[in-house]
């Protein structure tokens, strides 16, 4: 006797199947072929009679037709995930893209004159406001930023900096490299641990196009350590003539300790202590979408934007779009835990988190029963994308741990973790050891949450 379910029919068979017919009107022929040939492929046990072939079939229909980066849960414990796409937009910021996606906008163009205008001015106007800069210059990301600055100020020129400011930031920014790529000569000052004054007097000479402070934004150097003040910095640079430019990194433009939040160094004191040029990103801690934000002297921002390499990394509509509304949010800064999604996020509080887990705990339970158990525990995010690396915040979630009794291992906790990522909308945690943590201080949507741990396979 053959057993029905052990052999696969055709193909054709298959697509000729009334339950399959509808699924190729949705989706046409080519592509349903294409999903009956990789579910035959992938579950050659699997029951066309009932629901179960043609249901896989539509999911990977709809998977393909779907587009860009899939929305996910980002349960890592890390805010700002460089991985996962930074800081979320708020409604105001995603509203002025749309704006400016569906038509045209004056975007380079004077209307007062009918003439070009310049593509970044309303964002330059509120950041000068916001920082008490001269000027103001926006490209694709920080370091791009970085890149144009080297290029402009010191091209074929030294530029001392610290030692223990040689960052790297996610692999693929590395200060040494950056330094090399852009045509300035870095000159090493001090040591890991103690840069002195001095370190940085004896390293100027005539051929200096640049003194360079980056802010160790993703690490932190304990100990026996000194390092030089900016505005000590910046008044040896004026001594000897060349522009002091910092590397804020994330850069914040309010000081977010009012809200109980490490502190961050803050755009307009940078400025204020005599920075020339400041750089930093506009999808960290400020809220915005990818950029590159440049102030300082107007002198020096100008030299930049002559630079012919500025049209290599010049942002488009839609991050000026995003990024102006955001900083109109700033006008009003007491509302910003409100109004700026980031910040939300990293203001909530333990205790509300902890409910909203404790809410969660016996779906959650339920899905994992027997071969995991889900307990509720406290749990201490991260910031994330270089803001305050050791600093943490209090938050809550899940310690998702091998039943003792049942038969979850190691390995198939592992599996549980990409059975969550294979979700529609996939759960990303982070694994430590034998435990699976689920961080729920950035769940936006619990009812999706719970609607997709119906759906998990069972590990
Ligand atoms: C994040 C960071 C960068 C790179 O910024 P991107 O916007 O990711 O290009 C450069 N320098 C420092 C100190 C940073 O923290």
């Given at each position: 006797m053959v057993d029905a379910t052990r052999r696969p029919p055709s193909v054709d068979t298959i697509l000729g199947m009334p339950a399959v017919a509808g699924i190729q009107d949705l989706f046409g022929r080519r592509l349903v072929k294409e999903a009956v040939r990789d579910v035959v492929r992938r579950h050659s046990t699997v029951d066309w009679t009932t629901g179960k072939g043609p249901a896989l079939v539509e999911t990977f229909c709809r998977r393909r037709m779907e587009s860009g980066p899939r929305r996910v849960f980002n349960l890592t414990g890390t805010v700002l995930h460089t991985n996962l796409g930074r800081a979320p937009l708020s409604p105001a910021a995603i509203e002025a893209m749309m704006r400016v996606a569906s038509g045209a906008s004056?975007?380079?163009?004077?209307?007062?004159?009918?003439?070009?205008?310049?593509?970044?001015?309303?964002?330059?106007?509120?950041?000068?406001?916001?920082?008490?800069?001269?000027?103001?210059?926006?490209?694709?990301?920080?370091?791009?930023?970085?890149?144009?600055?080297?290029?402009?100020?010191?091209?074929r020129r030294q530029v001392p900096v610290s030692r223990g400011e040689l960052v790297e930031i996610g692999g693929a920014f590395r200060m040494p490299a950056i330094m090399a790529r852009a045509g300035a000569r870095m000159v090493e000052v001090g040591t890991t641990n103690r840069t002195h004054l001095a370190d940085y007097e004896e390293a100027l000479g005539p051929g200096t196009g640049l003194l360079l402070k980056v802010h160790t934004s993703n690490y932190v150097i304990e100990g026996f350590t000194s390092a030089v003040e900016e505005a000590e910095l910046a008044r040896l640079a004026r001594?000897?003539?060349?522009?002091?430019?910092?590397?804020?990194?994330?850069?914040?433009?309010?000081?977010?300790?009012?809200?109980?939040?490490?502190?961050?160094?803050?755009?307009?004191?940078?400025?204020a202590h005599g920075a020339d040029l400041v750089t930093f990103s506009g999808d960290k801690l400020l809220g915005g979408p990818q950029a590159g934000i440049v102030v300082g002297r107007a002198d020096l921002v100008g030299r930049m934007a002559a630079?012919?390499?500025?049209?290599?990394?010049?942002?488009?509509?839609?991050?000026?779009?995003?990024?102006?509304?955001?900083?109109?949010?700033?006008?009003?800064?007491?509302?910003?835990?409100?109004?700026?999604?980031?910040?939300?996020?990293?203001?909530?509080?333990?205790?509300?988190?902890?409910?909203?887990?404790?809410?969660?705990?016996?779906?959650?339970?339920?899905?994992?029963?027997?071969?995991?158990?889900?307990?509720?525990?406290?749990?201490e995010s991260q910031i994330g994308s270089g803001a305050q690396p050791v600093t943490t915040l209090a938050s809550a979630g899940f310690a998702i741990r091998p039943a003792a009794s049942g038969r979850g291992s190691d390995r198939n906790l592992r599996e549980?973790?990409?059975?969550?990522?294979?979700?529609?909308?996939?759960?990303?945690?982070?694994?430590?050891?034998?435990?699976?943590?689920?961080?729920?201080?950035?769940?936006d949507d619990s009812d999706t949450f719970r609607a997709g741990l119906r759906e998990l396979e069972r590990p």
């Amino acid at each position: 006797m053959v057993d029905a379910t052990r052999r696969p029919p055709s193909v054709d068979t298959i697509l000729g199947m009334p339950a399959v017919a509808g699924i190729q009107d949705l989706f046409g022929r080519r592509l349903v072929k294409e999903a009956v040939r990789d579910v035959v492929r992938r579950h050659s046990t699997v029951d066309w009679t009932t629901g179960k072939g043609p249901a896989l079939v539509e999911t990977f229909c709809r998977r393909r037709m779907e587009s860009g980066p899939r929305r996910v849960f980002n349960l890592t414990g890390t805010v700002l995930h460089t991985n996962l796409g930074r800081a979320p937009l708020s409604p105001a910021a995603i509203e002025a893209m749309m704006r400016v996606a569906s038509g045209a906008s004056a975007l380079e163009y004077d209307l007062a004159t009918g003439r070009r205008g310049n593509r970044a001015a309303d964002v330059g106007h509120r950041l000068q406001r916001l920082t008490g800069a001269e000027s103001a210059l926006v490209v694709n990301n920080n370091a791009a930023a970085i890149m144009l600055l080297l290029n402009t100020l010191a091209l074929r020129r030294q530029v001392p900096v610290s030692r223990g400011e040689l960052v790297e930031i996610g692999g693929a920014f590395r200060m040494p490299a950056i330094m090399a790529r852009a045509g300035a000569r870095m000159v090493e000052v001090g040591t890991t641990n103690r840069t002195h004054l001095a370190d940085y007097e004896e390293a100027l000479g005539p051929g200096t196009g640049l003194l360079l402070k980056v802010h160790t934004s993703n690490y932190v150097i304990e100990g026996f350590t000194s390092a030089v003040e900016e505005a000590e910095l910046a008044r040896l640079a004026r001594d000897h003539g060349v522009p002091f430019a910092v590397d804020l990194g994330s850069g914040a433009l309010v000081d977010f300790s009012r809200w109980g939040l490490p502190r961050e160094p803050v755009v307009a004191e940078v400025v204020a202590h005599g920075a020339d040029l400041v750089t930093f990103s506009g999808d960290k801690l400020l809220g915005g979408p990818q950029a590159g934000i440049v102030v300082g002297r107007a002198d020096l921002v100008g030299r930049m934007a002559a630079n012919p390499m500025l049209r290599a990394m010049r942002p488009d509509k839609m991050t000026l779009a995003a990024l102006d509304a955001t900083l109109a949010l700033y006008e009003d800064p007491d509302s910003l835990p409100r109004t700026l999604p980031g910040l939300s996020l990293l203001t909530r509080s333990a205790a509300d988190i902890a409910r909203e887990a404790r809410d969660l705990e016996s779906d959650l339970a339920s899905a994992l029963a027997p071969a995991f158990t889900a307990e509720v525990v406290p749990l201490e995010s991260q910031i994330g994308s270089g803001a305050q690396p050791v600093t943490t915040l209090a938050s809550a979630g899940f310690a998702i741990r091998p039943a003792a009794s049942g038969r979850g291992s190691d390995r198939n906790l592992r599996e549980l973790a990409a059975a969550l990522r294979r979700l529609p909308r996939p759960v990303i945690g982070s694994l430590r050891g034998r435990t699976l943590f689920l961080d729920l201080r950035c769940l936006d949507d619990s009812d999706t949450f719970r609607a997709g741990l119906r759906e998990l396979e069972r590990p």
